[in-house]
């Protein structure tokens, strides 16, 4: 029994240490709206699940299945600018948005799990639409937290030493990225901007979801989705967010025109544990009228594991939802990986 009791204090030690070493630093400033001095706060309020639905979700969790895809071609190497909008799909919430000369990732990940460790954590199931070495220079990355499938760290430290682009993120990342020997231009909180080139900007915007790469750092920086814009039309990137109706009108209301939203669709079952951080697909429709966007594209789905929807099941109840809500297939697109469009 000693032994045994010394084995399990020992593991509840070492997960406490292992905790405290991967979480990340927490984000000081004024108190506002969305920060409480230490926390950051959803719009509506509404909080990620707790550890005790965490267990209860894991004990009864029903996996949707998911087949692995590794022998899906890449797509072609992009070209290398352009001036027209121009938005490729690589994978998760990856895409290479090409607009007025600059090359602008979000989110980048490439590596072949989304966890601080190679060996365990949710595993890629289909091979990313490019090749990184097929990338264009990559001008800007917008990061819209730091989750580990939205903010892969080795895969940041390749594109700053190969490509060295300005890093636009929310409130608290940049001193992570910094004590990671990453530097980028700066955070900004919901709403703030900044200036990209002569004719693009590139604006912060209020999501739905919550932040955390170890156990002590859960909501200490900020999530944001982010609105690019352009004369010909704004491009919005939801980032990962939960739905509700008060924060995407808000959105339709003062961003319009937005040409180009890229809505998440996957990882929301079960509905009752991951409704606050993830939306539906029906919730994505939702967002797709609310913000008012003339065309929408489907991510965050079919790439990795990360909740109990199989790898079709975002796409089947996307068209579903389509069809409930009248609206076409030609105005929320499902991309191939690596399948260019332009607009």
């Known amino acids: ?125 289909r091979p990313p639409g490019i090749r990184f070495e097929d990338l264009p220079k990559i001008d800007v990355v917008l990061l819209s937290h730091n989750h580990y499938d939205h903010l892969d760290l080795p895969v940041m430290k390749k594109i700053f030493d190969i490509h060295n682009p300005k890093i636009v993120t929310p409130l608290g990342l940049k001193t992570f990225l910094e004590q990671n020997n990453i530097s980028g231009h700066g955070d900004l909180d919901w709403w703030d901007e900044v200036i990209l080139n002569d004719s693009l900007k590139v604006q912060a915007m209020p999501a739905q979801h919550f932040s955390g790469r170890g156990m002590y750092d859960r909501d200490a920086t900020l999530w944001c989705g982010y609105l690019i814009k352009s004369s010909e039309g704004n491009i919005y990137f939801a980032g990962d967010t939960g739905y509700n109706e008060k924060t995407f009108k808000e959105i339709g209301e003062r961003c319009t025109p937005i040409a180009v939203a890229l809505v998440p669709i996957g990882a929301y079952k079960p509905q009752w544990f991951m409704s606050p951080i993830h939306c539906s697909p029906e919730e994505a429709v939702k967002i797709h009228q609310e913000v008012k966007a003339k065309i929408s594209i489907a991510d965050h789905y079919g790439t990795f594991p990360l909740a109990d929807d199989g790898d079709e099941d975002p796409k089947e109840e996307l068209v579903k939802a389509l069809e409930k809500f009248n609206v076409s297939k030609e105005q929320f697109l499902l991309l191939k990986e690596g399948q260019p469009m332009m607009f």
């Open 1 to 125: 029994m000693i032994i045994l009791a010394t084995l399990i204090l020992g593991f509840i030690v070492g997960v406490l240490i292992l905790g405290f070493i991967l979480s990340g630093p927490k984000y000081t400033g004024s108190v506002t709206d969305h920060f409480d001095g230490k926390k950051f706060i959803n719009p509506t309020g509404i909080k990620a699940k707790d550890l005790g639905d965490v267990l209860k979700w894991m004990l009864k969790r029903k996996h949707g299945p998911w087949k692995e895809k590794k022998e899906i071609p890449f797509g072609d190497k992009p070209i290398s600018t352009s001036d027209k909008l121009r938005i490729t799909y690589v994978n998760h919430s990856t895409f290479l948005i090409q607009i007025k000369g600059m090359n602008i990732l979000t989110d980048p990940v490439w590596s072949e799990r989304t966890s601080p460790f190679t060996f365990a954590g949710p595993k890629r199931m």
